[in-house]
């Protein structure tokens, strides 16, 4: 089968199992895993913080760092698409007792402009708005991605507002590739950040949260307290560390063959998408004249694998493990189906 599903359906290549098996380890809780201390200092340092938690999950990291910058009865301004408010259970009223105030963007992305004269909490019977939550890239906004001057412009609206800034970077790494930025701005727009491993680098756990010193002391303690103080994981950091060292230069293929295919899918009569949305390793596009789940399934039956994004949408995610002669297929099997 070729698995579009996600791009956290990658499994450990035999380099990163070595790796992984070679990984010196020690009790992390106590703070003496040699290996997630280096990879802890390594990406803080690549993106310019101060340090670096290492979490199970992308949400854990998302979580804690929305628990950081609130108190009870706050109030979290989002794009109506972002994780953090569609795939993560509810946590952020669960956990830390906030609002989430999804807002509508474009593509998954909120600007300057459509923040203005939104702030709440002068009125007794307001939430007090805290923080602004962005994604780069935006999943269901497509794969797109802010640029570095979208995100100056937000941050500073943050800064006159007295408001923190989060910025969920499950896919930072596609981001960071498709409009060149250099990982260290992100620190400095930015409060806190989540980067994850498991997705397009292909570690098969993990993710991170990034910020101050103060802050990160703080999300240890709360990781404990949420049942995410693990013991010997430098085994995980390892696959982490492998990942971005010798995956993170191979996403600008995904790139490349998730273009090649939105073409082919622009050219199908009884497909839809936006072509200029196309930027990064995620196709959305529509179905026209059966529905999405019917469409999943007589992929399946072709050898592909795809998921339901709507009623008549799909989502298709290309990852390292995709190859060339995978894509030539996809390729055949939609022209032949939606053509």
């Known amino acids: 089968m070729i698995d579009l599903r996600s791009d956290t359906v990658t499994t450990p290549t035999p380099q990163m199992r070595e790796v992984m098996a070679e990984a010196e380890v020690g009790d992390d809780v106590f703070g003496e ?78 600007s300057a402009d459509l923040l ?41 609206f943050a800064t006159q507002n007295d408001l923190a800034l989060h910025l969920d970077g499950a896919r930072i ?40 010193q103060e802050n990160i002391t703080e999300a ?15 085994i995980l950091a390892a696959a982490a560390d492998f990942a971005v060292e010798y995956h993170l230069p191979k996403l600008k293929e995904d790139h490349r063959r998730a273009q090649e295919l939105a073409k082919v899918i622009d050219e199908c009569s009884g497909l839809s998408i936006d072509l200029e949305s196309v930027e990064t390793n995620i196709l959305i596009f529509d179905v026209k004249n059966v529905s999405a789940r019917e469409a999943v399934k007589k992929l399946a039956k072709q050898g592909i694998k795809l998921v339901p994004f709507g009623p008549q949408t799909l989502r298709a995610t290309f990852h390292f493990q995709i190859t060339d002669e995978d894509l030539d297929k996809v390729k055949s099997v939609f022209d032949q189906l939606f053509g």
């Open 33 to 110: 895993d040699p290996t997630v201390n280096a990879l802890e200092e390594k990406i803080a340092d690549m993106f310019g913080f101060e340090a670096g938690l290492f979490t199970p999950s992308g949400t854990m990291a998302n979580q804690l760092s929305v628990n950081l910058l609130t108190n009870q009865g706050d109030e979290v301004l989002i794009e109506e698409k972002g994780h953090i408010f569609n795939y993560e259970s509810t946590a952020a009223s669960h956990l830390s007792s906030v609002l989430l105030r999804p807002l509508k963007g474009n593509k998954g992305k909120l």
């Open 116 to 156: 203005q004269d939104i702030i709440r909490g002068q009125q007794e019977w307001e939430p007090k708005t805290k923080v602004i939550a962005l994604e780069n890239s935006t999943n269901k906004g497509g794969g797109c991605c802010y640029t570095e001057q979208e995100l100056a412009s937000i941050s500073a």
């Open 220 to 234: 240890r303690r709360m990781r404990k307290m949420w049942g995410g103080g693990m013991r010997q994981i430098g």
């Open 173 to 212: 790494w596609n981001a960071m590739t498709a409009t060149q930025t250099e990982p260290r701005f992100y620190s400095r727009i930015a409060d806190t950040m989540s980067v994850c491993f498991s997705k397009g680098l292909g570690a098969p756990v993990g993710s991170m949260i990034l910020s101050s």
